[in-house]
């Protein structure tokens, strides 16, 4: 291991090379302010990383001209970015989360030749943890040339999976910039209902995996109500930390990211019960179906009368991507005694467009194919799909409709 400032980190990076940036909450803003300042020297470059809460500061200079950047899932701060439609700045890959780690993999249809990484501080132990992102990074790793670590002593040192020998890591920078955070936004009055009905249908003593929002969040928040909760999940939020110092019980906490603020960061750290777990792990399927009662809590732009969802595009604009959402509901479906649990509201924020309609927008992706949807929930009620024919799914979905739309949806059977 070479310790370096950013800018050697940056300059050792060849040109025409794959290079892995994190995501999440990890951002390695000083490595990040290099890059940017040294993008010039590129020409051929290809970045690439997927959901991130942070600002994708190096996507202010250089886009399009020194490289280009492929996700393979989608956030609000690149829809500008997609809007523009521009091969040479963007790629987007779609690509469900079970599968990232062999399509980006030295022998993989993604060669990566450069990871970079935030980490904690080196323990006496001669490695660094990666906190509270772990995710598919350490086969990521395993698969590149160089590897670049941003050490930072605000990372918490996590229990499980993350923990990478020294000997491993090409170059290490020094930062002590403040992790990036992530807040629950508001609720409505309606997520509020959501969040009661979908709590209704999570059974005592369930494994449940949560994606991310108002609704998910605050049902985190409340799993102390229930029974015997455990948790297996590719993220999970701020809300955590509630749910574990009301639970009755002592719960398992199987999770691959983590996003908060500091204060919860550092209750991660000096938490062993919260076990970091590797993409292969939170996203298999067969391990995840084998558990019981499994259910999977996840959303959706838009939900056709078939029971069909779209969760990634708005219209032709891509605003999300596959994610883990199809490993959990097909885990969920599997599982002796799970569910899978589709959480939306009744319509748009304005509330001048139903989200549930009579077909999917034309060019819209199926991201969740009907057969695999067991219930959907808005804040009128629950919808029980499975087992139900077309007709009878159509009639259930209506009724969990906004009543000003109810009747337009029914006419258009």
């Not at 590149?144 to 890591?169: C, D, F, W, Y």
């Not at 938490?271 to 292969?280: G, N, Q, W």
């Not at 499975?386 to 006419?411: E, S």
Request: charged share 20%; net charge neutral.
């Amino acid at each position: 291991m070479q310790r370096v400032t950013a800018s050697e980190a940056v300059a050792a990076i060849p040109d025409g090379a794959t290079v892995i940036f994190p995501g999440g909450c990890a951002e390695p803003r000083d490595f990040y302010a290099a890059f940017s300042a040294g993008v010039d020297r590129f020409r051929h470059l290809t970045v690439c990383a997927g959901f991130s809460f942070g600002r994708y500061a190096y996507l202010e200079r250089g886009l399009g001209t020194n490289f280009r950047f492929v996700t393979w899932q989608a956030s609000a701060r690149l829809r500008t970015l997609f809007a523009e439609n521009d091969r040479r700045k963007l790629g987007f890959v779609p690509l469900r989360l079970a599968d990232l780690t062999r399509v980006i993999h030295r022998d993989g249809q993604i060669k990566p030749d450069v990871v970079v990484v935030q980490t904690s501080l080196p323990t006496a132990q001669g490695e660094v943890s990666l906190g509270i992102s772990v995710g598919a990074f350490p086969d990521f790793i395993a698969s590149a040339k160089i590897i670049i670590a941003e050490m930072n002593p605000n990372m918490p040192v996590t229990a499980g999976a993350g923990r990478i020998p020294l000997s491993q890591i090409t170059f290490a920078t020094h930062s002590e910039t403040s992790l990036c955070t992530y807040h629950t936004p508001p609720a409505q009055a309606r997520d509020q209902r959501i969040v009661e009905h979908v709590l209704d249908l999570i059974p005592d003593n369930a494994w449940l995996q949560l994606g991310i929002g108002a609704v998910p969040d605050r049902v985190l928040g409340r799993l102390a109500d229930k029974r015997g909760i455990n948790l297996c999940s590719g993220l999970l939020t701020g809300a955590l930390q509630d749910f574990l110092s009301k639970a009755r019980h002592s719960p398992r906490i199987i999770v691959g990211e983590l996003a908060g603020d500091a204060d919860f960061y550092a209750f991660c750290g000096a938490t062993p019960r919260i076990e970091m777990a590797t993409t292969r792990v939170t996203h298999d399927v067969a391990s995840l179906a084998a558990l019981p009662r499994f259910v999977s809590v996840n959303s959706a732009v838009e939900i056709d009368l078939q029971g069909q969802s779209n969760g990634e595009t708005l219209g032709p604009l891509q605003i999300s991507g596959v994610g883990g959402s199809m490993d959990y509901v097909e885990a969920a479906t599997q599982s002796a005694g799970g569910v899978s649990i589709i959480a939306l509201p009744s319509t748009t924020e304005d509330g001048k467009h139903s989200k549930i309609v009579p077909k999917l927008a034309a060019g819209a992706p199926v991201t969740t194919p009907r057969f695999a949807v067991d219930c959907v929930v808005t804040e009128f009620g629950a919808a029980h799909l499975r087992g139900k024919d077309l007709f009878a799914r159509a009639d259930a979905l209506i009724a969990i409709a906004h009543p000003d739309f109810r009747d337009a949806l029914a006419n258009a059977l």
